[in-house]
T-cell receptor, first 111, second 113 residues
Framework: QKEVEQNSGPLSVPEGAIASLNCTYS??????FFWYRQYSGKSPELIMS????GDKEDGRFTAQLNKASQYVSLLIRDSQPSDSATYLC???????????FGTGTQLKVEL | GAGVSQSPSNKVTEKGKDVELRCDPI?????LYWYRQSLGQGLEFLIY????????KSGLPSDRFSAERTGGSVSTLTIQRTQQEDSAVYLC???????????FGQGTRLTVV
């Protein structure tokens, strides 16, 4: 079992719709969770961090964490073509808090 | 500096040569990470430095790869006797501590010919 798993996609949504990106992790002791956006040919850019169960909202982005289910998600409201990118879930794993990434979900927002 | 700085941005080297990649983290950040990303692939963990603790080297793919972090700041990733399969983008990130958000540099694109 991979430490951090994401559906590779592509996930296609129409402009203006809600995009829902999901991630599961295996280390039940994980404490910190992050979403990054990566445009083609660029380095990952931090979008959201979440540390407690529940929802955390920042503009059009909402991160959701459920530690009991070992599940973290990212919702993007009013999706725009500029949101088209690969979204990486990252989790701090292990006693040393190594930052482990999923393989990413490619999002395509269509006009 | 304002962000994580990596150099060089691009490096082309001949198979069998040694290369050094440099990462200058955000000032004051105690944690530093190296990842490798091959074309169209995800981020592969290489090594993690946290303060004065022994680094987590569990991701280094072979003994040709090594990294050091001098004075708790700048880090150098060294690849000896480069092979074509080493061609990738090498990304460095730093964070304020072992729990906080990590920020990436622009990466070094390594091409082994």
């Amino acid at each position: 079992q991979k430490e951090v798993e994401q559906n590779s996609g592509p996930l296609s949504v129409p402009e203006g719709a809600i995009a829902s990106l999901n991630c599961t992790y295996s280390d039940r002791g994980s404490q910190s969770f992050f979403w990054y956006r990566q445009y083609s040919g660029k380095s990952p850019e931090l979008i959201m961090s979440i540390y407690s169960n529940g929802d955390k909202e920042d503009g059009r982005f909402t991160a959701q964490l459920n530690k009991a289910s070992q599940y973290v998600s990212l919702l993007i409201r009013d999706s725009q073509p500029s949101d088209s990118a690969t979204y990486l879930c990252a989790v701090r794993t292990g006693g040393g808090n190594k930052l482990t990434f999923g393989t990413g979900t490619q999002l395509k927002v269509e006009l | 500096g304002a962000g994580v700085s990596q150099s060089p941005s691009n490096k082309v080297t001949e198979k069998g040569k040694d290369v050094e990649l440099r990462c200058d983290p955000i000032s004051g950040h105690t944690a530093l990470y190296w990842y490798r990303q091959s074309l169209g692939q995800g981020l592969e963990f290489l090594i993690y430095f946290q303060g004065n603790s022994a680094p987590d080297k569990s991701g280094l793919p072979s003994d040709r790869f090594s990294a050091e972090r001098t004075g708790g700041s700048v880090s150098t990733l060294t690849i000896q006797r480069t092979q074509q399969e080493d061609s990738a983008v090498y990304l460095c990130a730093s964070s304020d501590n072992g729990l906080a958000e990590a920020f990436f540099g622009q990466g070094t694109r390594l091409t082994v010919v």
